[in-house]
């Protein structure tokens, strides 16, 4: 016989753990989901989370997003007061961004425990394998299956995410969107403790950048992402990250030594057009909530989980429409999303060619650099923007 609940919550990261320990507080039968065996390991992220003040700035629409991106100091190992970017041919352009690293390993548990405390049973070492219509799952647990009936379904499964896909094509990301990372945890890393550096170019990653975060003193998560459809060759990740690793950084990293590897995806396409159903939300990576300028994804999830929560326990409370998640996500931080896609779009164009990223990014400056990397276009950046895109598709 399928267990019952009001709520299940497929995913427990930043998004899923959110969302469920708002519904558990109002008193729901909640339960969350989650493959892995420790909630937090493997770390498949740079770590990188705007401080409040900042997060105000990134997304001056939201209300929420201050309050939702506070981390507690103890899962806070560094941080970082600067962006450095670096073009391909090696040019610097610095502007001042406030950052928390912290520590995913400890703080993703964390976010759990808030979630069982306020009353979510977590079911971890179990996969979803199949939703049906009516929200019946489908559960593996090492060998044993379990079937669990849900009023309603939250997908928080990341980019890859099976309740997307049990709702049809229109909720699936498209593949050249999908963005293959690969990141070393590096000890012995003698970096400026200060410094977030991005770097560009079609040999260090063609699509999207690589990183250098510093985690703490010593220690840096070094990494890249990538879109193969604007690749050149089929050079293998790795290759891409031992380059930048060990020649673009050699003079930080020549006795450094690599601690962990982990590989995940980064969905890059911008928000799905739709992220909910009559009975089923989406949110963080599974909704295509990460700023596609940057990359970042972590404070949309912590914010629209919250979100979703407060919807999904007012549908059931009263009654109020499940489209209320978009319509608020929307509000909330929709336009940035929408603008860090659009800038995304315009660097695909001029990124395939290093010469021209150098020039652009040379003509642009730090003026402009910095709120495209922000998810803000700036009108003369807009006009300007528009206006390359038109010469350089003369020319290709
Ligand atoms: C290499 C890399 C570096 C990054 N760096 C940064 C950064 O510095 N800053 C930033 O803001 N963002 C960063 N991101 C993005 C960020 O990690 C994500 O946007 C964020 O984790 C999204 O949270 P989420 O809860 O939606 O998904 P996730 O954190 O991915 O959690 C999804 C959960 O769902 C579980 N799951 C998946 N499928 C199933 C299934 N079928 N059944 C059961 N459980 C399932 C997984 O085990 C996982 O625990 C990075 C991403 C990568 C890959």
């Not at 109002?26 to 969350?32: A, D, M």
């Not at 050079?235 to 020549?254: D, G, H, I, V």
């Not at 972590?298 to 009263?318: F, N, R, W």
Request: net charge positive.
């Amino acid at each position: 016989m399928a267990q019952l609940y009001d709520v299940a919550v497929v995913g427990a990261g930043p998004a899923g753990s959110s969302t469920a320990r708002v519904v558990a507080k109002e008193g729901f039968r909640t339960i969350v989901i989650d493959r892995r065996s420790s909630l937090g390991l493997p770390v498949q992220c740079g770590e990188l989370i705007p401080t409040p003040s900042e997060a105000r700035n990134l997304f001056p629409r939201s209300k929420r997003m201050p309050r939702a991106v506070h981390v507690p100091s103890r899962f806070v190992t560094n941080k970082t007061k600067l962006i450095r970017l670096v073009s391909p041919n090696g040019s610097v352009y610095e502007f001042s961004f406030n950052a928390n690293i912290i520590d995913r390993a400890e703080y993703d548990p964390y976010l759990a425990r808030q979630a069982q405390d306020a009353g979510a049973k977590f079911l971890i070492e179990s996969t979803l394998k199949k939703r049906s219509a009516n929200n019946n799952l489908l559960i593996k647990s090492g060998v044993s299956e379990t079937e669990i009936l849900s009023k309603l379904v939250v997908g928080a499964d990341g980019a890859n995410s099976v309740v997307a896909r049990s709702l049809g094509q229109h909720f699936i990301h498209s593949d050249k969107d999908l963005s293959p990372s690969l990141q070393y945890v590096m000890s012995g890393a003698d970096v400026d403790t200060s410094v977030v550096e991005m770097h560009f170019g079609g040999k260090i990653a063609p699509g999207g950048y690589a990183w250098c975060i510093p985690k703490e003193d010593g220690i840096a998560n070094v990494g890249f992402g990538m879109r193969r459809s604007l690749a050149r060759d089929a050079t293998p990740l790795r290759a891409y990250l031992e380059r930048f690793a060990f020649k673009t950084l050699s003079s930080s990293l020549k006795n450094a030594k690599i601690s962990s590897r982990v590989a995940a995806i980064i969905p890059m396409g911008g928000p799905l057009r739709k992220t909910w159903t009559n009975n089923v939300l989406l949110v963080g990576d599974a909704a295509g909530h990460v700023m596609a300028s940057n990359g970042g994804g972590i404070p949309t999830a912590l914010c629209g989980g919250e979100i979703a929560g407060d919807v999904v326990s007012k549908h059931l409370e009263k009654g109020t429409p499940l489209s209320d998640y978009e319509r608020i996500w929307k509000k909330e931080y929709g336009k940035e999303l929408e603008t860090a896609l659009r800038v995304l779009r315009v660097a695909d164009t001029v990124m395939p060619s290093d010469t021209i990223t150098d020039i652009c990014m040379k003509l642009a400056g730090v003026r402009f650099l910095e709120p495209l990397i922000r998810c803000r276009l700036p009108a003369p950046v807009d006009i300007a923007s528009k206006t390359v895109v038109k010469v350089l598709s003369q020319f290709m």
